[in-house]
């Protein structure tokens, strides 16, 4: 007995006859063109797109229509064929023309398809098969071109992610200014806004999950912020003051959550993001000294990192130390500095430092609010007490060496 030869299965023509088939095939063009007309006519936004721009919808447009034909002839090949409809949507439609606006031209062109589509029926069971056909091969388009901005906003969001990357790496490195500034003005962030740059540990591996909850903190304190995850450190550039009042300094603690647990340190507050390298090296020593600060707060500024930054060898923080109280103790004379040094050398003791001084306790009250209105440190405090040790050390050490 001979062997049976399988027979091809049929293409489903969702009841349609070849003839109607052909003549519908045969009027994709002048189909697509009555679409164009009609959003011409009904679409106010529509008529203002360059002419190329309007040939582009007319051609996706023509692609769709013949689409409808094959999907008609065989609906197993729907998904692939309208995905091959829009597949110059992503880098063509999405660049000139928003979802909303394609949603609407997707459904005037069902519209006009509906309104035409009669005409080439044969009976009135052929009719209701195309006002079917139409109706789900629309929905079809639908999401084709929903996927196509979809993945269109990807790639727009992976070239910002990357900009942003650059954008901050310049930053961290000290890169020329105008590159910086270009690129961060192509990403929305204000010239002229303050910036703050804060580094630590990334909370994940995973990137996305660091961007989500970097930006989800900086929503909910409203600020701009421009991140980067470079190696084991995450650094965050934040928009605005953040050393001004007490809901000012707040946002740096809470943008602090979106950090792995471990220190954190800001940098110093600058007036443009032009001028954020400095905020971020400083940053950047202070990560790297803060360890010696066991009872860090989190974050810790980088200017109360001083001693431990200077003891790491940074001449920044040995710099800052003799400017900013070795030498005005120096230069408000022998006295303030004597009482200053007596004071620490007698581990904070009043009235054992007012008598090596012989002096009353309330003079060396009075002259340690002087130091402390001259340096911003007060002797009494704990902290404070070995920041001014330090200061006076590296003072004393930068003259030895003829540097100060």
Known sequence: MAEAIPRRRAPKHHGLSAKTLRRLEGATGRLASASVAAAEERLSWFGRLPADQRATVLLITQTGAAGFVDWLRDSQEALNLTTEAFRGAPTDLSRWISLRQAVALVRLAIEVFEEHLPEFAASELERAALIEGILRYGREIAFATANSYAAAAEARGAWDARLEALVVDGIVRGDAEESVLSRAAALGWDPTAQATALVGNPLSEDPPTVVFEVR???????????LSVQGSRLV????????????????????????????????????????????????????????????????ARSRDLLPERALAGDAEAERLLIEEIAKPLEDAGSTLLETVETYLENGGVLETCARALFVHPNTVRYRLRKAADLTGRHAADPRDALVLRIALT???????????
């Open 394 to 404: 590296v003072g004393r050490l930068a003259r030895a060496r003829g540097i100060w």
């Open 216 to 226: 989800s903190r900086a929503a909910r304190v409203g600020r701009p912020v421009l």
């Open 236 to 299: 965050v550039v934040v928009g605005g003051a953040t050393d001004g009042g007490v809901k000012e300094r707040e946002i740096l603690a809470k943008m602090s959550e979106a950090f792995a647990p471990g220190p954190v340190v800001a940098g110093p507050t600058v007036p443009t993001l032009a001028e954020a390298h400095y905020s971020a090296t400083e940053a950047l020593s202070g990560l790297r000294a803060v360890t010696g600060w066991p009872a860090a707060p989190r974050p």
